[in-house]
């Protein structure tokens, strides 16, 4: 059994992070706790298994079963796409997830093993500056921006950006992806993380 109340750190390759997908705050915190239980020397995926208490204390909420159910459920529909050019893209994301007994057993797809396992370079994140991050566009825009730190600056084309967070047409108008989007992901990356 994983404890994922001892480690707050997870790493990603920029592959992964530069990739097409969507989640939820729900999705992406259950998400980034699992990435968590990944040991760094880690050379295969393994069944990940830990309790719903210590899901919890990671989150900082109470989760009642209907919950926890429809997350996983709403997770494992999720695509992760790694888009490289119009002839090279590949699409992956978790393969199981089984709740009994109040353990929580879940596992990646064998193909996110190159994006989290064993990965040169990789982006190593903080936990707890994603879990109080609410907007998953934040969240997406910070771990983009983590990817590029070094570097001091990282510019974007606007619609590879909303392609790459799946934004909705709704807000698909540059003017609305600036308030709703760019404007609080300013907002709540100065107040919640590391840059």
């Known amino acids: 059994m994983n404890d994922l109340t ?36 880690d050379e295969e995926f393994k069944d990940y298994t830990f309790t719903k208490s210590q899901l919890e204390n990671k989150l900082g909420i109470s989760l009642n079963t209907a919950q926890l159910r429809a997350t996983a459920k709403s997770l494992m529909r999720k695509v992760f796409e790694i888009y490289k050019n119009e002839k090279s893209w590949e699409m992956m994301g978790f393969s199981y997830f089984k709740y009994e007994n109040e353990l929580l057993t ?30 998953e566009y934040s969240r997406r825009i910070y771990l983009l921006l983590k990817e590029r ?38 907002k709540d990356i100065n107040r919640f993380t590391d840059i």
């Open 149 to 186: 730190y070094k570097f001091g600056t990282r510019k974007f084309n606007i619609e590879q950006l909303m392609d790459m967070m799946e934004t909705p047409s709704s807000y698909r108008i540059y003017n609305r992806f600036k308030t709703k989007v760019l404007n609080n992901a300013v």
């Open 106 to 135: 879940c596992r990646f797809d064998k193909n996110l093993k190159p994006y989290l396992l064993q990965i040169k370079p990789y982006v190593l994140t903080d936990f707890r500056h994603i879990l109080q991050i609410r907007s």
């Open 6 to 41: 001892n480690r707050n750190y997870f790493r990603q390759s920029p592959e992964l992070i530069n990739g097409n997908f969507s989640l939820s705050k729900s999705e992406g915190d259950l998400f980034y706790a699992v990435l968590t239980a990944i040991d760094k020397d």
